[in-house]
């Protein structure tokens, strides 16, 4: 089946620590997103991707990066940089940006704890 | 500026009665709405969705209703289940037809044997 693939579910990281959630994608889809989800705030987009080799900051974009060397995998990187990276981290991928289709498929999610 | 705005973060209803979740927005350029449907611990999934060009979309229980006056839709479930009971996100595309999406707050919906 096809599907999008976060991991790990879980994820300690101690302070001052880099670390990377996984996201693999075997739907085809062009376009990669990291969202990240604050209780009472919402979905906020963090990065995005529409082509392999090349990605987009989002709104809160400072303390993260990623890559996309892949079509399938969008992997994201919290770095030390990032003040308050406590929170359930989302991957989304979709077909196209064009047209009105806008099917994000979103994965299982990674909760991302500092401990 | 939150450019979708869901501004009741929770609602109780009764199962067999009506669910009305809001959602307002203030970019007229809005052209395309959806409603996503998230559990606790799980990824949001896709519910439903409408065209600028319509005012009302259903599937099933799910009815989306828009008011472009207003700036405003609704999401209507009839009959409310339990299984219903999770976190409603509305989203609109920004940045035109081809932007991605901008997410409101969400809805925590418990419907109450």
Not at chain 1, 34 to 61: H, M, T
Not at chain 2, 10 to 30: A, H, P, W
Not at chain 2, 55 to 81: C, M, W, Y
Request: glycine letters at 8%; charged letters at 20%.
């Amino acid at each position: 089946d096809g599907g999008i693939t976060q991991s790990p579910k879980y994820l300690f990281r101690k302070e001052g620590q880099n670390v990377t959630l996984s996201c693999e994608q075997n739907l085809n889809h062009d376009a990669m997103y990291w969202y990240r989800q604050d209780p009472g705030q919402g979905l906020r987009l963090i990065y995005y991707s529409q082509i392999v080799n090349d990605f987009q900051k989002g709104d809160i974009a400072e303390g993260y990066s990623v890559s996309r060397e892949k079509k399938e995998s969008f992997p994201l990187t919290v770095t030390s940089a990032q003040k308050n990276p406590t929170a359930f981290y989302l991957c989304a991928s979709s077909m196209t940006r064009t047209g009105t289709n806008y099917g994000y498929t979103f994965g299982s999610g990674t909760r991302l704890t500092v401990v | 500026d939150q450019q979708v705005k869901q501004n009741s973060p929770s609602l109780s209803v009764q199962e067999g009665r009506i669910s009305i979740l809001n959602c307002d927005y203030t970019n007229s350029m809005f052209d395309y709405f959806l409603w996503y449907k998230k559990y606790p611990a799980e990824g949001p999934t896709f519910l439903i969705s409408i065209s600028s060009i319509k005012d009302k979309n259903e599937d099933g229980r799910f009815t989306v209703f828009l008011n472009k006056s207003a700036k405003h839709l609704s999401l209507h479930i009839v009959p409310s289940q339990p299984g219903d009971s999770a976190v409603y996100f509305c989203a609109a595309p920004y940045g035109g037809s081809q932007g991605n999406l901008i997410f409101g707050k969400g809805t925590k919906l418990s419907v109450k044997p």
